[in-house]
C-alpha cells in the first residue's frame, strides 16, 4: 500500500473537517426545523384551548391543521380532566378532522398496538362504544384493560350484554385485566350489583372468577349477596370462604353474624382470622367467649385478629382480654397483652 504523503493528509484532514462542519450544519437546521414546528403546535394547542369555551370555527380549523401524527396527543392532552360539552366538542373536532375515522380503523387493526391506540383516543374521548365494547373480547390483554377504562365512561350506554362481558373478566387469565375489571366495576357502583350477584350464584362459577367477584361485592355492598355469600362461605376453596367472610361483616345481620362464628373454626386460618375480625367490626359481643378461644390458635394472625376483635366489643371483649392475661396457655395470654397494650397506647 503506497504511503500518503503529508500534503495529501492535510487534504484528507481538510476534507473531514469540511464533512463535519456541513454535518453539524444539518443537524442545528434540523433542530431548528423541529423547534419550529413544536412552537407551532404549541400555539395551536393554545389556541384549541382558547376556543373551547367559544366552539368557534377557528379553533375547528386549527386542531384540522395539526400534523396528522400530533392529532391524537392533541386531542386526548385537551381531553383531559373534562367533560360535559367541552368534552364532546373536541370529540367533534376529532370527527370533522378525520381522527375518529382514523382511531375506528386502528380499533379494528390486525396489529394489536393500533387497536391499543384506537380504543386509547376513544377512551379519551369518551365516545365509541360500537367500536370499543367489542375489544372487551380481544385477544391481547393490554387492549382488554383499556377497553374496560371507557366502559366506565360510557356506564349509561352498556347494555346486559356489555354488563356481562366486563363482569366475565373477572376471572380473565391476565391478572391485569383482572384487576382492570374489578375496577372499572366498583366505579360503576349500583349498576355492577346485578351482574356480580349473578356471578355469585352461579354454581358452575370457577373460583378465580368468584374470588374476585367477591372483591367487587365487598366494595358493592348489596343485600342480593347475602344468600350467596352465605353458601359461598361453605366452598372447597378455602379462598374463596375467606373471600365470603367480608362480605358477609359487611351485609350483618342474625344470619351472617351465626356464620361468622361458625366459621371461626375453619380448617383454614385465613378464614379464622377473617372471621374474628368480622365479628370485631360487627360489633357482635356474643361472640366474645368464642374469639377467647381464638387467642389460643395456633395461627398468629389469628390470634392477633381475635384480640383486636375483643377490644373493639369494649367491656365484655376487655373482660375476656384481661382474664387471658392469666391464661395457662404463654400465647393467649401474650396476645391478651399485647391487645390490651395497643388499647392503652403502649404499643
Known sequence: MTALTPDALVHVALIEVALFGVLAVLALAARERAEFRRSRSVRRIGHLQDGLV???ARAVHAFGRLPRSQQPGAAAMLARNLSGAERRRIAGWAETSGLLGRAERWSASRRWHRRLRGVRLFTA???GADQVLPRLADGDARVRVA???LAVELAQELG?????????LLGDRDPGVRFAAGDALCRLAQRAVRP???VLADPAAGGPLLRSAL???VVVVDPAYLSSALRLSAHP????????VPVLSHLGGGEASSRLAVLLDDVDAGVRAASAEGLGRLGRWQSAAALGRGLRDPSWDVRRASGLALLRLFEPGELVLLRALHDHDKFAADMARLALSSRDGHV
Open 54 to 56: 367559544s366552539g368557534s
Open 125 to 127: 374521548l369518551a365516545v
Open 147 to 149: 377497553a374496560t377504562q
Open 160 to 168: 346486559d350484554a356489555e354488563l356481562e362481558r366486563l363482569t366475565g
Open 196 to 198: 356480580i350477584a349473578d
Open 215 to 217: 372483591q367487587v361485592a
Open 237 to 244: 376453596d378455602p379462598d374463596v370462604r375467606r373471600g365470603a
